[in-house]
């Protein structure tokens, strides 16, 4: 973990993830993990221990089941924070639930709040009600989950310089299953969100076939607050990248450019 102030450096995986296998594929995200070095967060994609399952009562864990404990013990090993969502078996309710695993041990959540109707998952899985705010090296993040990026509402930036840090961020990550045939969809949008929250936006996504025959393209990527790529995974293939953002910078753009001062007053019910 990097110990400068206000330096973030953060780590991307973009995974041809194995169908429904998660011993396979913490054997496969461990393998990857060994190439990366000193940082202070990484990012895996939605599900990332089944794919897009639709089968929750097979592979749905609790939270000190097998999935958590593993990302524990790598944020220990690579004294980063690990997060991506998995199968969450919450009092007999499934949930699409992201995890942020600190090497501390320490644990929060997040469960997705639109769950896509069109694969049937608002039939398996439990829409969550809040969003989280978490924080990191005196970063506010927010991590959200694929198909929430369709909704400007929800991923809203409310309260910036220095007001509520309940609702402020200023690095905005969606983890995703994100299908081939909606890309050009994936990459605009990404950039929206940047542009509209004046923040940093990460987008993480998968490649190759799931076991419904979904295409996967990847276009994991880093985004500035400009909404200029930072970073980004070569499409259709597997790969991992590394990046270092400043929030002086970020601070400054804000300062520079305050259309955040203008924005509307809302309240997300």
Same mark, same amino acid.
């Given at each position: 973990m990097i110990q400068e102030k206000n330096i973030?450096?953060?780590?991307?995986?973009? *995974?041809?993830?194995?169908?429904?296998? *998660? $011993?396979?594929?913490?054997?496969?995200? $461990?393998?990857?993990?060994?190439?990366?070095?000193?940082?202070?967060?990484?990012v895996l994609?939605?599900?990332?221990?089944?794919?897009?399952?639709?089968?929750?009562?097979?592979?749905?864990?609790?939270?000190?089941?097998?999935?958590?404990?593993w990302m524990l013990s790598m944020a220990v090993k690579k004294n980063a924070v690990v997060t991506g969502s998995l199968i969450i078996n919450d009092n007999n309710r499934f949930y699409n639930r992201l995890v942020w695993a600190t090497p501390q041990g320490e644990i929060s959540f997040y469960d997705k709040r639109h769950l896509f109707s069109l694969a049937g998952e608002d039939a398996h899985y439990s829409s969550g009600i809040s969003r989280?705010?978490?924080?990191?090296?005196?970063?506010?993040?927010?991590?959200?989950?694929?198909?929430?990026?369709?909704?400007?509402?929800?991923?809203?930036?409310?309260?910036?310089?220095?007001?509520?840090?309940?609702?402020?961020?200023?690095?905005?990550?969606?983890?995703?299953?994100? *299908?081939?045939t909606r890309?050009?969809?994936?990459?605009?949008?990404?950039?929206?969100?940047?542009? $509209?929250?004046q923040a940093y936006?990460?987008?993480?996504?998968?490649?190759?076939?799931?076991?419904?025959?979904?295409?996967?393209?990847?276009?994991?990527?880093?985004?500035?607050?400009?909404?200029e790529r930072i970073a980004d995974i070569e499409p259709d293939q597997e790969g991992v990248t590394t990046a270092i953002l400043q929030l002086n910078d970020l601070r400054a753009f804000r300062e520079k450019f305050g259309a955040w001062r203008d924005k509307d007053l809302f309240d997300i019910k």
């Open positions: 973030l450096s953060l780590s991307i995986i973009q *995974p041809n993830l194995i169908w429904e296998n *998660p $011993e396979g594929n913490f054997a496969q995200f $461990e393998k990857t993990l060994d190439l990366i070095q000193n940082t202070d967060l990484i994609p939605e599900m990332f221990s089944t794919g897009f399952s639709m089968q929750p009562e097979r592979f749905g864990e609790t939270m000190d089941g097998a999935g958590v404990k989280l705010v978490v924080q990191l090296k005196g970063w506010n993040i927010c991590p959200l989950i694929c198909y929430d990026l369709r909704f400007p509402v929800w991923s809203r930036n409310q309260n910036l310089q220095g007001q509520s840090a309940d609702s402020a961020y200023d690095l905005l990550i969606y983890v995703a299953n994100w *299908p081939k890309s050009k969809a994936w990459n605009t949008l990404l950039e929206a969100r940047a542009h $509209e929250n936006v990460v987008g993480v996504n998968r490649v190759g076939k799931d076991g419904n025959q979904i295409d996967h393209a990847g276009h994991s990527c880093i985004i500035s607050p400009k909404g």
